[in-house]
Structures are given as C-alpha cells and as structure tokens.
C-alpha cells in the first residue's frame, strides 16, 4: 500500500500529464525556449507533431523567433533520445498539444496587442494570466516600454507599476483585466487609469 506521500506524488504525476504544451515545450529544456518564447511557438504550433515537422521557414515565421532559436528546435528534435522522451511521455497519456476545435477557440480580443501583468490577480496564477492573454492572441511581455498597449497590475505590483506610470502607459487593476479579456483594448481603454 502506498503512503499519503506516494499517493501525492502519483496524483500529481498524472494531472501534470494535461499541463498546457507551452509547459511541456519549456519542459523539454530545449536551448532558448523558455515561458517567454513557448506560448508564441505553441500558438503557431499546437501540436508536437506540427512542431517537430515544422520547416525552417514556417519556424521562422514566428514572432519574437530569430535564427538562433530556429537552430536550437531543429537541432533538439534531430537527437534521437530527444525524440524517444516525447513518444515516451506520449505513450504514458500525456498531452502534448492538440489542435483546438472550433468550440474551443477563445475570440481573439487581444490580437496585436502587448500586456504586461505585474502583482498577483484574484483567479489567476502568474502563468494562468499569461495563458489568457496569449489564448486570446495577445503578447504577454515582462517589462514595460512605450510600445506597452496595457499593464494590468495586482496586489504587491513592483517597479514595472512605477514605469508604466513614468510613461503613462494605460493601468488596468483585476477587473479591468477582465473587461479587457473578454472585450478587447476599445472596452478596456473605457475602464484604464493613466496616473
């Protein structure tokens, strides 16, 4: 019989088997790919499959994706070991990927627009908050620049709040996140503070 510790263990082991593919895609710990970069190339790549049989060009075609990076995925998948851990994680029922349907397709409320989130938010980890944003086609960066369309700020929000300030970039607090989310920068423009 297992112990209370074993028993967590195996109960984690499987509910990290449906963990969204940008995670499994840092997972794999190839060269450059990190949380910044992995839900872009998951947005264009769904799918393992669609990854690892991706040309050079398609690669290429991602935003924020420049040589180097191509170069690290390419030279990942052509080491047969590498490939042998994807088929092996697959074979244990993990999901690495899948095409969304049609249901399953948020709106994209968010295309073409950058969000920085800084602070914690009610509902939402710092990678949920990532994820609802790249889901709807935004780009989720880390620092605050001019070129910042919103900075969504939670509670304890540290120095990217002052910069936001600093170049009066519009301030969205949780719920303003939510009007942005599911109504798009004209709704949340309606509901952001300039300070």
Known sequence: ????????????????????????????????????VAPDVVAVFPTIESLESATDDELGGVPGLGS????????????DWHREIVRKWQAS???LGTEPTEAEKLPQTLEGLSIVVTGSLPGYTRDGATEAIVARGGKAVGSVSKSTDFVVVGENAGSKYSHAVALKR??????????????????????????
């Open 1 to 36: 019989m297992l112990s209370a510790n074993g028993t967590r263990l195996l109960s984690e082991l499987e509910a990290a088997k449906t963990k969204p593919f940008a995670r499994f895609l840092v997972a794999l710990s190839i060269r450059h790919i990190g949380k910044g």
């Open 68 to 79: 180097i990076l191509v170069t690290s995925i390419r030279e990942w998948f052509a080491v």
């Open 93 to 95: 029922g993990a999901m």
């Open 170 to 195: 519009p301030i969205l607090d949780a719920a303003g996140f939510e009007v942005l989310l599911s109504g798009g920068a004209e709704a949340a423009a309606g509901v952001a503070r300039s300070e």
